[in-house]
Nanobody, 123 residues
Framework: QVQLVESGGGLVQAGGSLRLSCATS????????MGWFRQAPGKEREFAAI???????YYADSVKGRFSISRDNAKNTVYLQMNSLKPEDTAVYYC?????????????????WGQGTQVTVSS
């Protein structure tokens, strides 16, 4: 069983920055594909960013150029640096882990989830 715990959410003004962290358990973190998703009230959970075990990354168009995903395998942690935040970025942010590689943009393609952390961007 893999456990994920997000932290770093909060309230920030538009144009500001936040850094989310997701600490994971498990001895093979370096092999996991890690993703960040977000869910706004009344909306479906949507893909934001992915980082593969080899370090490659990919972003949703809505966050490309503003968000950056990274991982520290020594700390079993994945990060999401969020810059130039907009009110429409307001959501609960979730990290997720998949034991498989490949393109994984749907929530159903991930095996483990954190509890989520709230990000609120005021205008």
């Amino acid at each position: 069983q893999v456990q994920l715990v997000e932290s770093g959410g909060g309230l920030v003004q538009a144009g500001g920055s936040l850094r989310l962290s997701c600490a994971t358990s498990g001895r093979t973190f370096s092999l996991y594909t890690m993703g960040w998703f977000r869910q706004a009230p009344g909306k479906e959970r949507e893909f934001a960013a992915i980082i593969w075990s080899g370090g490659g990354t990919y972003y949703a168009d809505s966050v490309k150029g503003r968000f950056s995903i990274s991982r520290d395998n020594a700390k079993n942690t994945v990060y999401l640096q969020m810059n130039s935040l907009k009110p429409e970025d307001t959501a609960v942010y979730y990290c997720a882990a998949s034991l498989r590689g490949g393109w994984r943009y749907r929530p159903s393609e991930y095996d483990y989830w954190g509890q989520g952390t709230q990000v609120t961007v005021s205008s």
